[in-house]
C-alpha cells in the first residue's frame, strides 16, 4: 500500500513539473510602449551612429537633435530598435511595442464590418486600424477633404 501511495505522489509531483514546463508563460513587457497614432521621445546613448528598426509597418522613428528619438505607432504590434556606434557595435537595443488606443473607445460591430468612434464626451468617429473598408474610407475621406480646405484657407507668408 505505502508503494501504490509512494507511485501516485511521484506521479503527481512530475504531472506538477510537466504542466510548469508547458504551460504558456507571459510575454515580456515591451521596454518602450507606444500608443498607435501617438509619439514617444526615447534617448539614445552618446556616440550612436546608426539606428535599426525591425518593423517600420509597427512603428517609425525621427532623429532628433540632442540625441532623441521620437517613436511614433504606426500599427499594432511588437518590434526592435538598436541603436549602433561608428564602429558597428550595438549600444542599445529596446522592444518596442504599439497597443491600440484607450480611454474612451467604443467599437461597434454591424455583422463582420466595425466602426470605432471616440467618446470624449460626445461619441465622434474615429480613424482606427482594423475598422471596416466603408466606415474608415469615409473617414479618410472626409477628414483629407477637410485639411485640404484647411490647406487652401490658409493665409500664404
Given at each position: ?47 550612436a ?32 530598435l538598436?541603436?549602433?556606434?561608428r ?15 484607450g480611454?474612451d ?15 470624449t464626451?460626445?461619441?465622434?468617429r ?32
Amino acid at each position: 500500500m505505502a508503494s501504490v501511495f509512494r507511485q501516485l505522489i511521484l506521479a503527481l509531483i512530475f504531472a506538477c513539473c510537466a504542466v510548469a514546463v508547458i504551460a504558456p508563460k507571459q510575454a515580456p513587457a515591451a521596454d518602450v510602449t507606444v500608443i498607435l497614432d501617438q509619439a514617444k521621445l526615447l534617448k539614445l546613448p552618446e556616440r550612436a551612429a546608426t539606428i535599426v528598426l525591425g518593423n517600420p509597418l509597427i512603428a517609425d522613428v525621427s532623429l532628433q537633435p540632442g540625441g532623441l528619438v521620437v517613436v511614433t505607432g504606426k500599427g499594432y504590434g511588437l518590434t526592435n530598435l538598436i541603436a549602433l556606434d561608428r564602429a558597428g557595435a550595438v549600444l542599445m537595443e529596446k522592444s518596442v511595442e504599439v497597443q491600440g488606443p484607450g480611454g474612451d473607445i467604443v467599437v461597434v460591430y454591424r455583422g463582420v464590418e466595425r466602426g470605432t468612434y471616440s467618446c470624449t464626451p460626445d461619441c465622434e468617429r474615429r480613424i482606427t486600424l482594423g475598422d471596416g473598408n466603408a466606415f474608415f474610407d469615409a473617414i479618410i475621406n472626409e477628414t483629407g477633404a477637410r485639411n485640404g480646405m484647411a490647406q487652401a484657407a490658409a493665409p500664404v507668408r
